[in-house]
């Protein structure tokens, strides 16, 4: 299964409102999850199975879609949100990840 | 809680075996349900699936990967490893082990990462 995101990169401010695609090639169902990684860190999962917030993870942030694609939402932009997201599919071996989106100020 | 730590050599030669283990405290890996993962990222790159194990013997590859690789677990010592055989430079990633979470039809995300072991093919 292959996976798409766009836009590969984004600028954008504080407080800001940023929207992110991901795009299956066949159905995934729910299983499409959300990570977010900083420079030189670790990827950290903060929406699991489409629309599930991790725990900890700030209610700025929201999952949505269904079968091919989806959809990661960050309202109210904050400084710690800069960083990597990647989407990533397990609803069938290979798992796969999107190339991810950068977003920058 | 639950942490992850991988080791192995940094450095690799061409044409050699890679060789990770991914500690496991703070937990078990004989936790029913949960599957333990390898993942790897170029310098630069994006994440790349490796591949998944259970206790019990279930393992599912990376079919990019398959020929050269083998995922194994030691429930005795609470680790899985990883050895990818026939290493070029394409090789080359920060490698990161992580747990993935159940789920009743298919599997849920990878919820707890290792630090990441960075390792170089190179003469």
């Known amino acids: 299964i292959q996976m798409t995101q766009s836009p590969s990169s984004l600028s954008a401010s504080v407080g800001d409102r940023v929207t992110i695609t991901c795009r299956a090639s066949?159905?995934?169902?729910?299983?499409l999850h959300w990570y977010q990684q900083k420079p030189g860190k670790v990827p950290k999962v903060v929406i699991s199975?489409?629309?599930n917030l991790e725990s900890g993870v700030p209610s700025r942030f929201s999952g949505s879609g269904s079968g091919t694609d989806f959809t990661l939402t960050i309202t109210n932009l904050q400084p710690e949100d800069f960083a990597t997201y990647y989407c990533?599919?397990?609803?069938?071996?290979?798992?796969?990840f999107g190339p991810g989106t950068k977003v920058d100020i | 809680q639950m942490q992850l730590q991988e080791s192995g050599p940094g450095l690799v030669k061409p044409s050699e075996t890679l060789s990770l283990t991914c500690n496991v405290s703070?937990?078990?890996?004989?936790?029913?349900?949960?599957?333990w993962g390898w993942i790897r990222q170029p310098p630069g790159k994006g994440l790349e699936w490796i591949g998944n194990?259970?206790?019990?013997?279930?393992?599912y590859y990376n079919p990019s990967l398959r020929s050269r690789l083998t995922i194994s677990s030691d429930s005795s010592k609470n680790q899985f490893s990883l050895r990818l055989s026939s290493v070029t430079a394409a090789d080359t990633a920060l490698y990161y082990c992580?747990?993935?979470?159940?789920?009743?039809?298919?599997?849920?995300?990878?919820?707890?990462w290792g630090q990441g072991t960075m390792v170089t093919v190179s003469s």
């Open positions: 066949q159905t995934i169902m729910k299983y």
């Open positions: 703070g937990g078990s890996i004989t936790t029913p349900g949960y599957y």
């Open positions: 992580a747990r993935l979470r159940p789920d009743n039809l298919a599997y849920d995300a990878f919820d707890i």
């Open positions: 990533q599919q397990s609803y069938s071996t290979p798992f796969t």
């Open positions: 194990i259970y206790y019990s013997g279930s393992i």
């Open positions: 199975a489409t629309s």
